[in-house]
């Protein structure tokens, strides 16, 4: 079983920068791997995705620009820069991987439900 552990979380000021990293164990052939976010009280929202065949990327329009979803392959880890930090990316965030390459039918990259494997996730807290 795949096991997905994240780290890098913490405390920043507004502005500031931080990077997640989520490192991949128990390895399984994951077609999407993506960091999903939620603050209390509210759904779990997808953040960016990562498509590992083509390495194509896709965000989440209200970090287009700040964040930027890596892969270092020979560290079996996923990366997440996030860069002018501000007060609603206040979080736990969390790494995710999917194994099949076709999303159901109507739904979309975004949509929690659609991954097979999660970690635990790890707290960003940016201070305003």
């Known amino acids: 079983q795949e096991q997905l552990v994240e780290s890098g979380g913490g405390s920043v000021q507004a502005g500031g920068s931080l990077r997640l990293s989520c490192a991949a164990s128990?390895?399984?052939?994951?077609?999407?791997m993506a960091w999903f976010r939620q603050a209390p009280g509210k759904d779990r929202e997808g953040v960016a995705v990562?498509?590992?065949?083509?390495?194509?990327?896709d965000y989440a329009d209200s970090v287009k620009g700040r964040f930027t979803i890596s892969r270092d392959n020979a560290k079996n880890t996923l990366y997440l820069q996030m860069n002018s930090l501000n007060s609603d990316d206040t979080a736990m965030y969390y790494c995710?991987?999917?194994?099949?390459?076709?999303?159901?039918?109507?739904?979309?990259?975004?949509?929690?439900?659609?991954?097979?494997?999660w970690g635990r996730g790890t707290q960003v807290t940016v201070a305003s």
């Open positions: 990562l498509a590992t065949a083509a390495t194509s990327t």
């Open positions: 995710a991987a999917r194994t099949s390459y076709q999303w159901p039918v109507g739904s979309t990259w975004s949509h929690p439900s659609n991954y097979d494997y």
């Open positions: 128990g390895y399984t052939y994951n077609s999407y």
